[in-house]
């Protein structure tokens, strides 16, 4: 098996077909075949289906196809990392995964304008799923993660973070927040309940995994027949501006990064605080540029709370 085989098949699977594949790849189509057949061969399978009406994956195919598109965006990041080592002596960088906060972005912005323009760097932010934060940790793409813990999901995470070699630093604890339009019937309320809630749509981060520790969401209503999944912060906030849905999270409102018209409540339910904080793995050393942005981090947070 070899890297240019898994491009192969990647390719089959761009251009829907072997004869527009090959001709993408600048090779004869029966040379394409062969090389198919080849991996097939090896490995025991059959990747693809050819019939009068075309060529499809199989089960196993299609299988294949995802460990194809890994190793090769593996590789990718292998090769730029080393291609770029040299140059990147003198260039600052700073890699973070993370739940989707206002305060780290916060951090960021401060960061970039105190950097000024005379300085290089590199930043990467992503903002994604539990999971994601994970794996990102785990390989290093990312040096820095940012979730949260509560006391509903503390042994699961704690056991995670033990198992993957992760540690986790605390950065404030909140009290639970829900998040509603100006506009909602709830929103002059100065704490509200579940119940209160309850009749009113709920919206909240999908997660790849079904299981409910890995939620972004600090507490998940028991009744959910209304219920809207998304994946990105600018959806979640244009949903609960324009609709009577609600979501329940830290409360962390930056006026200056959110547009209007969305207001936070706390939850009257007596409830543990939930931490937020950050992980890294252990035994990796922070760059200064990491230990910068995590002094900025607080103090942004800080803002928040005051």
């Known amino acids: 098996m070899t890297l240019e085989q898994m491009r192969y098949v990647v390719a089959i699977s761009q251009y829907g077909s072997i004869t527009a594949a090959a001709e993408s790849l600048f090779m004869a189509q029966p040379s394409l075949s062969r090389a198919v057949k080849e991996l ?20 196993e195919g299609l299988k294949l196809l995802e460990y194809a598109c890994q190793i090769l965006e593996q590789t990718d990041r292998c090769r730029e990392y080393f291609q770029n080592l040299n140059t990147a002596q003198n260039v600052l960088s700073l890699r973070i995964s993370m739940h989707h906060y206002i305060f780290p972005v916060d951090a960021l912005i401060n960061a970039i304008n105190r950097l000024g323009d005379s300085v290089s760097y590199i930043f990467s932010v992503r903002e994604c799923q539990t999971s994601q934060i994970l794996n990102d940790v785990l390989t290093q793409q990312s040096q820095l993660g940012i979730l949260f813990v509560s006391e509903v999901t503390k042994n699961f995470m704690e056991r995670m973070f033990a198992q993957k070699g992760l540690e986790f630093h605390t950065l404030a604890t909140f009290r ?29 981060y999908e997660q790849t995994e079904k299981s409910q520790y890995y939620s972004e969401e600090f507490v998940i209503p028991q009744s959910r027949e209304r219920q809207i999944f998304v994946t990105d912060r600018s959806t979640m906030l244009s949903v609960i501006k324009n609709t009577n849905a ?16 969305i207001v936070t409540i706390p939850l009257a339910e ?11 793995l252990k035994n990796v050393k922070f760059s200064q540029e990491t230990l910068d942005y995590l002094s900025q981090m607080l103090e942004s947070l800080k803002s928040v709370i005051q």
């Open 246 to 261: 609600y979501n329940i999270g830290s409360g962390c409102l930056l006026p200056h990064i959110i547009s209007p018209g």
């Open 40 to 59: 097939e061969q090896e490995l025991g399978i059959t990747v693809l289906e050819r019939s009068r009406r075309g060529t499809s994956f199989t089960a």
């Open 176 to 204: 639970p927040h829900a998040y509603l339009s100006c506009r909602h019937p709830l929103a002059r309320e100065t704490a509200l309940s579940l119940k209160q809630l309850e009749p009113y749509p709920y919206v909240c």
């Open 270 to 280: 007596s409830m543990a605080g939930v931490q937020i904080g950050w992980i890294k």
